[in-house]
């Protein structure tokens, strides 16, 4: 399982190609040669860069749901609305299609992140606001999602 660690500040050129930083791309080499999908987030306005093989697990789970009920429907338009195939070129950058930067209003100073198994890929600003708007409530959501109900003694906080 792929666990990916850091957030990096980087700058996209006029082209939307990003470096990805070093130590990312040490991370994510067993997984380049397999290429990446790159898609509009859920619930942030950033992108989420996929490893074709979380991927391919995510789309097993999508790939079953009933076509036939619409609301699966608009579902997998909407999460597949944008989304791209995208490769590490041979100097570690990556190339985001323009349509998907505009959508997270990405112009230069960017921010990626890891996010267990995926990276996002945020506007530098809209980055620090998020980040600075959840803190007040990191706490509670913490307790929420972490502290209730786990049975499991597995040493964390």
Not at 81 to 106: C, K, Q, S, W, Y
Not at 114 to 124: G, K, L, N, P, R
């Amino acid at each position: 399982m792929l666990n990916l660690i850091g957030t990096y500040h980087c700058k996209a050129d006029t082209k939307g190609r990003v470096m990805v930083p070093a130590d990312l791309k040490k991370q994510l080499a067993a997984v380049a040669t397999s290429g990446f999908v790159i898609k509009r987030a859920v619930f942030q306005p950033c992108l989420e860069l996929y490893p074709m093989e979380e991927w391919q697990k995510l789309m097993q789970r999508v790939s079953g749901l009933n076509r036939f009920n619409r609301k699966n429907n608009d579902f997998i338009r909407r999460f597949t609305a944008g989304v791209r195939t995208v490769e590490m070129d041979a100097t570690g950058r990556l190339n985001i299609p323009r349509d998907l930067m505009d959508f997270a209003e990405i112009d230069k100073d960017i921010v990626v992140s890891s996010a267990i198994s995926i990276v996002e890929i945020w506007d530098a600003a809209k980055y620090e606001k998020a980040i600075n708007e959840a803190a007040t409530d990191f706490a509670d959501l913490a307790e929420e999602v972490m502290g209730g109900g786990n049975d499991i003694d597995d040493g964390i906080s």
